[in-house]
């Protein structure tokens, strides 16, 4: 009843907004001129009205607050019209929210409240900052703020003290400018080009740039406040993490004779050099070799028939994969880092404050950090999966016996590129996906061409099939249980299980504050990288 008794009075109203003001019938009313009449008339209720029209313009969104504003100060001046716009505007701001809030809060959290739930929480904890930042810097319309916070759970009292306190300042400069504007005396260059209106509408135009810079500072402040900045740094820069974005990092820096320290727990060059782009293309290599050898007839070439097992010396072919890494070490080292001007530490980091990161005992201080901390292979918890003694793309270089049958699960890029490989080796490759294709994301045609590919090279393609289970047999036979996308359940035996379903951001026990995180685990960042704490 009470949405319908609303709907009601807002028809009516634009009934009579149209009535009057259609075509351009409020341009009378919306004139200094006619204003200063009534006021000149009587004070009082010239103000009264003008209270209440800027009320009913600010509660149904109609496009003259802007005006109004100008108008108030140049008609009341700049004490009375900031009095009178400022409680008229927040008034109407207000009942614009609860107009939102009454008519669609119940409809929109109920249909996308899923959706919301993130947006809710921050508004729960910390709407009347977020409100006050945007009632400072309007980076959107004033009526859409009003409209979205009434689909939140913020209160309605502080909505309008957020309002009416965050609206002062810009409140104040329009209407100082429709004061100047009213004291002009004549339309000539003598009577606009005062120091007043001029320096009115400076303020005005550097208005929103002067807020920038306050809330920049009061945020940064906000920020920082916990923390003790150090009276000075031992370097200009610490990167942790020495892999490829590490590597690149601390080399730029010292290039640019900047003093930076890299920090990395494990080994020199990350997954790059050490479990993924190296090895892996080494062991494309000789699997592309091998699928040459299988094919010679193709190149008018006469060779005695070869299968696999006769070509393929499989600990041969990783003891390889282990001398290519090698043969690339240096070039990724801690000699050579350090003969670059980078000084390396090996250790664990815990980053202590936006300043300081721990080693051990010791404390690196430095001016900026750069968190390069790379991903690690997810493994889905599948009930089972721990008694396979399931491989990753980071343990499937320790490999000396060529599996004789590899279930893969995972068919994007590196559950691919190693089926190939172990195929083309000889094994028998089983791919499982739960998406209708291999490579999702990549283009339709890309995909079809690999599965292609990949059936005439004796792959066994699984996809739109999800893994829900693994068993070992009392004769050590393991198998995985699969069902399909139309509900039917099947099964997979297998000698070795390679996970490669995808990659979880390293974002976890580095850092002794908070740092947040989006959904998927990987830190938050702005369009520069940067984290809350540049």
Not at 269 to 288: E, F, I, Q
Not at 515 to 534: F, H, I, K
Request: aromatic share 10%.
């Amino acid at each position: 009843m009470k949405k319908i008794i609303l709907l009601v009075l807002l028809g009516i109203l634009g009934g009579v907004y149209w009535r009057y003001c259609g075509a351009g019938g409020c341009d009378q009313w919306l004139s200094i001129g006619y204003l200063q009449a009534q006021a000149d008339a009587s004070p009082l209720a010239a103000g009264l009205g003008f209270f209440v029209g800027y009320v009913l313009v600010t509660a149904l969104s109609l496009p003259f607050a802007a005006l109004l504003t100008l108008m108030g100060g140049a008609v009341f001046g700049l004490g009375w019209g900031l009095l009178l716009v400022s409680f008229a505007s927040s008034i109407g701001a207000t009942l614009a929210f609860l107009l939102a809030r009454t008519l669609l809060r119940d409809w929109v959290q109920g249909k996308f409240g899923g959706y919301l739930e993130a947006m809710n929480r921050g508004v729960a904890k910390d709407g009347a900052s977020y409100l006050f930042s945007l009632r400072l810097l309007p980076l959107f319309p004033f009526f859409a703020i009003n409209a979205v916070f009434g689909l939140t759970p913020i209160r309605t009292w502080t909505f309008y003290w957020v309002s009416q306190l965050g609206m002062l300042a810009g409140t104040a400069v329009y209407v100082n400018a429709g004061a100047e504007l009213g004291a002009v005396e004549e339309l000539s260059a003598k009577g606009i080009l005062t120091p007043g209106l001029l320096g009115a509408f400076v303020l005005l135009a550097a208005f929103p740039y002067i807020l920038r810079g306050i809330m920049s500072r009061w945020q940064a402040y906000k920020l920082y406040k916990p923390f003790k900045k150090p009276k000075q740094f031992d370097n200009n820069l610490v990167v942790v993490g020495g892999g490829s974005a590490g590597l690149v990092s601390a080399y730029i820096a010292a290039a640019v004779n900047a003093k930076v320290t890299l920090i990395e727990r494990d080994k020199m060059g990350g997954d790059c050099l050490n479990t993924g782009c190296v090895p892996s293309k080494a062991l494309l290599r000789s699997a592309g070799v091998n699928a040459s050898f299988q094919r010679a007839a193709d190149f008018g070439l006469t060779l005695p028939p070869l299968s696999s097992k006769d070509t393929v010396d499989f600990p041969a072919v990783m003891q390889r994969v282990k001398q290519v890494i090698a043969d690339i070490e240096p070039h990724d080292s801690i000699e050579r880092y350090e003969s670059l001007g980078v000084n390396c530490v090996t250790g664990d980091a815990k980053i202590i404050s936006p300043w300081e990161v721990q080693v051990g005992d010791r404390v690196i201080t430095a001016k900026n950090i750069i968190i390069a901390t790379g991903a690690r292979p997810f493994v889905p918890p599948i009930p089972g999966i721990e008694e396979t003694g399931y491989l990753t793309s980071d343990t499937v270089w320790g490999l000396t016996e060529q599996p004789k049958r590899l279930m893969i699960m995972g068919a994007g890029p590196i559950g691919c590129e190693l089926a190939q490989a172990f195929a083309r080796l000889g094994a028998e490759v089983t791919l499982v996906d739960m998406a209708e294709r291999v490579m999702p994301r990549e283009d339709a045609d890309v995909a079809e061409h690999v599965s292609a590919r990949f059936s005439a090279e004796g792959i066994r393609l699984l996809t739109s099939h999800k893994t829900v289970g693994f068993e070992t047999s009392a004769e050590g036979v393991k198998q995985a249980k699969l069902e399909s996308l139309a509900g039917e359940q099947s099964t997979v035996e297998f000698d070795q299980l390679l996970v490669a379903v995808g990659r979880k951001a390293r974002t976890e026990q580095f850092c002794d504050f908070d740092l947040p995180l989006t959904p998927q685990g990987t830190l938050q960042v702005d369009e520069y990288l940067r984290t809350p704490y540049p």
